[in-house]
């Protein structure tokens, strides 16, 4: 059993009804803090979190039964926030090769601002262990972007899940390599990407400036 130090907080009392979920929240909101420190599900102890947020190791089980459970669902919290931001990046451009550009460019720079939170979700072993059925959405709408550079005369007509999945193996990989080497010199993610692009999907060079949006 964990050792209190003098000053710290008694656990706080039983939420009021209706306030489970509001508990719930706050517990996969700290796993996810928790994890992107950690950058291993297996570091993490649900007293840890327990801990973290002030309430007794109890109320976390009467959300999660384990540990794996608990780390799905700060995952699958951390993946839509990252698909609101691919989609708020596509937003921001103009025309289907821009969108594309933009939402691969997004894994990148959200991997460098959340390394730990990169290795859990796509290189723990609780990939192994659990269906992540949630990254699916991630697959599909790079399949759709992709396409529709297809359908736009702008990419060569060709099987749109295939070149989706080969153009997501290679910027995983060149992420991968920075997250867990990163005092290596790299190349501009952004040069990696539009090389990916092009030899890849078979979209046309970017403009000076980075954007395409044609």
């Not at 656990?11 to 700290?30: D, F, I, K, T, W």
């Not at 976390?60 to 459970?69: M, S």
């Not at 609101?84 to 821009?98: F, K, R, S």
């Not at 190349?187 to 954007?211: I, M």
Request: hydrophobic share 40%.
């Amino acid at each position: 059993m964990d050792a209190k130090s003098p000053n710290e907080q008694q656990p706080r009392g039983r939420n009021p009804r209706g306030q489970g979920e509001r508990l719930r929240e706050e517990v996969v909101a700290a796993t996810v803090r928790m994890l992107d420190e950690l950058g291993d599900d297996q570091s993490l102890s649900l007293r840890a979190v327990a801990r973290e947020i002030n309430v007794a190791a109890t109320s976390i089980y009467l959300h999660f039964p384990d540990r794996d459970a608990l780390v799905l669902a700060a995952l699958e919290r951390c993946h839509q926030d990252l698909m609101l931001t691919v989609q708020q990046a596509e937003l921001a451009e103009d025309g289907p090769v821009a969108r594309l550009r933009a939402r691969t460019l997004v894994l990148g720079t959200w991997a460098h601002s959340h390394p730990g939170l990169y290795k859990v979700l796509h290189e723990s072993t609780l990939n192994q262990r659990a269906n992540m059925h949630f990254k699916e959405e991630l697959g599909r709408t790079t399949t759709a972007a992709v396409q529709r550079c297809m359908d736009a005369g702008l990419a060569p007509t060709d099987d749109a899940s295939t070149v989706a999945l080969d153009l997501r193996a290679a910027v995983h990989g060149a992420v991968s390599m920075r997250v867990n080497q990163p005092d290596q010199q790299w190349p501009p993610l952004e040069d990696q990407v539009d090389r990916f692009l092009r030899k890849l999907v078979g979209t046309p060079p970017a403009p000076a400036g980075g954007t395409t949006g044609a």
